[in-house]
């Protein structure tokens, strides 16, 4: 069993910076893809980005491209997500999320293991 601690959450004004950071205990999961979700109120849970168990392969949501920056420490058992020029409509509560399989999926059924999910709030 895989056990999953977000932090780095909270809020900020628009155009600011917010580095979450997702910890892994239970097993080691640096054979596994991670990856980062978030779901803003009254939507659909989304795939914002997602690394792959080498760090050779990543994806970023297109709202996101350019902005964000996942990456991994799998010594640390640990992936993060730095966020940049933050916008409003990022606003959401975000989950990360340990894959079943090395390779990243957009598809949540393909995670085995989630956080409990962190706030992130941008003001305007």
């Known amino acids: 069993q895989v056990q999953l601690v977000e932090s780095g959450g909270g809020l900020v004004q628009a155009g600011g910076s917010l580095r979450l950071a997702c910890a892994a205990s239970?097993?080691?999961?640096?054979?596994?893809?991670m990856a980062w979700f978030r779901q803003a109120p009254g939507k659909e849970r989304e795939l914002v980005s997602a690394?792959?168990?080498?760090?050779?392969?990543?994806y970023y949501a297109d709202s996101v491209k350019g902005r964000f920056t996942i990456s991994r420490d799998n010594a640390k058992n640990t992936v993060y997500l730095q966020m940049n020029s933050l916008k409003p409509e990022d606003t959401a509560v975000y989950y990360c999320?340990?894959?079943?399989?090395?390779?990243?999926?957009?598809?949540?059924?393909?995670?085995?293991?989630w956080g409990q999910g962190t706030q992130v709030t941008v003001s305007s």
């Open positions: 999320a340990v894959g079943t399989f090395g390779y990243w999926s957009n598809q949540p059924s393909r995670y085995d293991y």
């Open positions: 239970g097993r080691t999961v640096s054979s596994r893809a």
């Open positions: 690394l792959n168990w080498s760090s050779d392969s990543s």
